[in-house]
């Protein structure tokens, strides 16, 4: 097929570019205007410029495309709500409606499990239900699953949702694992209430495999799945084992776990989020309620859907995985 993948030169968009190249797809990445190719350029047979906001660019992005990987989106855990539907709902309304009239088969959106909230998981599932109160962001990824279900309700095209799990890692990646790696340099990590929560992690890789089965496969249409590392009967980690392998991979001894209580933490958090915004700063406060409350609760999926419906299975243990992600970065 010839796929466009919105959000190419991303950290997940690239490693989805590559996936779907190595799996025999002729992929045209899709990038903002203005912005480098990213890593996986090499691997796209096209790279064009387009702005979720402008609707001709999306029409010409999609002429002679089979299906649409939509990774581009508008990330942030707290500040002004404004971008985040402007580009995550609206846009992604925009795309649809220019892969219907362009003829494309299959969009397949990448959404969060952020829209579940947070409420001890363990083994959940895709159907558990909606949490509008998370954050701005959460809502948009509501919004815009809304969105793609009623074009597949409404025939324009067939449309799968994707979540990938709470933690994605890997190659490239310059965001989560340089600042956890730099923590455990260290020797000590804080954990907030001393909390060991559950946690749901996927290697880029893996994702890159899940959403090509997602647009390759006819029992995908309408549907969503969780696409994560966990092996069929594996023990989900917790975040202290998943700390720990990384620091095992990186030759760094165990860290010393340091217990901050849960309500200093939640405290300083709103403290810090709320006075980051009126005094103007930019970007993302250092400190949110968002990832106070991530730190503290059980935030486990199944990827068991996957792996019956579309036959998925990770091809990287996640051990290995987390291995080839740390050496790349320490290079």
């Not at 796929?3 to 797809?25: D, E, K, M, P, Y």
């Not at 001709?56 to 002679?64: D, E, I």
């Not at 815009?144 to 190659?171: H, K, M, N, S, V």
């Not at 996957?306 to 740390?326: D, H, M, Y």
Request: charged fraction near 25%; aromatic fraction near 8%; include cysteine.
């Amino acid at each position: 097929m010839k796929i466009l993948v919105t959000g190419a030169n991303g950290f997940l968009g690239s490693h989805v570019s590559r996936a779907l190249a190595q799996r025999g797809h002729k992929v045209r990445g899709m990038i903002l205007p203005g912005t480098p190719p990213g890593e996986a350029a090499r691997w796209r047979e096209a790279t064009v410029e387009a702005d979720l906001r402008d609707g001709a660019a999306l029409a010409r992005a999609l002429v002679g495309v089979e299906a649409v990987a939509h990774l581009a989106a508008c990330v942030a855990d707290s500040g002004p709500t404004h971008p985040l539907y402007e580009i995550n709902v609206l846009g992604t309304k925009r795309l649809l409606a220019a892969a219907a009239r362009a003829g494309v088969g299959r969009l397949a959106l990448v959404s969060s499990l952020t829209v579940h909230g947070f409420h001890a998981f363990h083994d959940a599932g895709e159907g558990t239900g909606y949490d509008w109160q998370v954050n701005g962001y959460a809502r948009s990824k509501i919004l815009a699953e809304g969105l793609c279900r009623e074009a597949q309700a409404r025939g324009l095209l067939e449309t799968t949702i994707l979540r990938p799990a709470f933690i994605p890692y890997g190659e490239h990646d310059r965001l989560g694992l340089p600042g956890m790696l730099a923590a455990l340099e260290s020797g000590f990590f804080p954990l907030i209430g001393g909390a060991d929560p559950l946690v749901s992690t996927v290697y880029a890789d893996t994702f890159g495999l899940g959403l090509g089965l997602a647009l390759e496969r006819p029992e995908a249409a309408g549907e969503d799945f969780v696409i994560g590392d966990d092996e069929e009967g594996q023990e989900p980690w917790t975040f202290t084992d998943f700390l720990r392998a990384l620091a095992e991979a990186a030759g760094l001894q165990a860290p010393r776990f340091i217990p901050i209580p849960a309500a200093a933490a939640r405290g300083l958090s709103a403290l810090v989020e709320d006075w980051w915004y009126r005094l103007g700063a930019k970007g993302l406060a250092p400190l949110s309620r968002y990832r106070a409350k991530v730190a503290t609760h059980d935030l486990h999926f199944s990827t068991e859907k996957a792996r019956r419906v579309l036959g998925f299975e990770p091809e990287v243990a996640r051990e290995e995985a987390i291995r080839r992600s740390v050496d790349l970065l320490r290079k």
